[in-house]
């Protein structure tokens, strides 16, 4: 089976300040991979990368098997993003805003509703399809944005730094919820982070620094058992 996420060799420049060099990563089938860095490492970058926002002149991007040069389309539609800024019409409900995304992906209107119905009851807002965006909570706005990302059934989650501006409990919430698609849809999950506690010891781990991937492996072999703090430290001399 093709890996959902398969990131080869992959160097991006802004001018003359190379912001990616050789960044080679995997993120298996439905699996939680975490990809960690400090701000500016490089992590917003390389999502703007598999999204297309930016081209990849070098190396090469493979979604779910295809090529994300020479088979965009293909591509980009087994992606669901979850941008670090918000993506949301907030003063348009959540339903209207689900359609108009699904229109995006060809969804036909009768079949948008019922899908719209189904992503809001995996992210257990069905209660509010039909309030503002701007009436919602901050964690209701992300719960919202990933039943966006999901409209058209992607194989991968790109969730980029999701629980940033987030209370304790709504992060944990969000940070649950895309866990238990893995469990139960099957979905994979690229969730780039700064934030440790997020990070279990079971999770696939990327470590992203100045543009470059220190370490992939399971966050416990990468840890050794001294704490990812510490692993980090000794790996990029930073403090997070």
């Known amino acids: ?3 959902a996420l398969e990131i080869d060799r992959v160097s991006h420049n802004f001018g003359r300040v190379q912001a990616l060099k050789e960044v080679s990563l995997t993120v298996p089938r439905g699996g939680f991979t975490a990809l960690l860095g400090v701000n500016g490492a ?3 970058t390389l999502f703007s990368l598999i999204t297309r926002l930016y081209d990849n002149s070098s190396g090469s991007i493979r979604v779910a098997g295809y090529d994300l040069r020479r088979q ?3 591509a980009l539609a087994r992606l669901g993003v979850v941008f670090q800024s918000r993506a949301m019409d907030a003063d348009l409900t959540v339903r209207q805003n689900l359609a108009y995304h699904a229109s995006l992906h060809g ?4 079949d948008s509703a019922a899908r719209i119905e189904e992503v809001l009851a995996q992210v257990g807002l069905s209660g509010k399809s039909g309030d503002r965006v701007a009436a919602l909570s901050g964690g209701q706005q992300r719960r919202a944005e990933i039943a966006r990302a999901l409209i058209h059934s992607p194989d991968i989650l790109l969730l980029d730094e999701a629980t940033v501006g987030l209370d304790v409990k ?3 919430e969000v940070l649950d919820l895309t866990r238990r698609l893995i469990a139960e849809k099957g979905v994979s999950a ?5 934030i440790m506690d997020e990070i279990q010891p079971t999770d696939d781990l ?4 100045q543009g470059q991937v220190l370490r992939q492996g399971r966050a416990s072999e990468i840890t050794e058992g001294q704490g990812l703090t510490q692993a980090f430290l000794d790996l990029t001399g930073v403090a997070i």
């Open 1 to 3: 089976m093709t890996a």
């Open 42 to 44: 490089g992590k917003t």
């Open 72 to 74: 965009p389309a293909q």
């Open 107 to 110: 969804i036909s209107r009768r």
């Open 170 to 172: 709504s992060r944990s």
């Open 190 to 194: 690229l969730w780039a982070t700064h």
């Open 206 to 209: 990327v470590i992203l620094h």
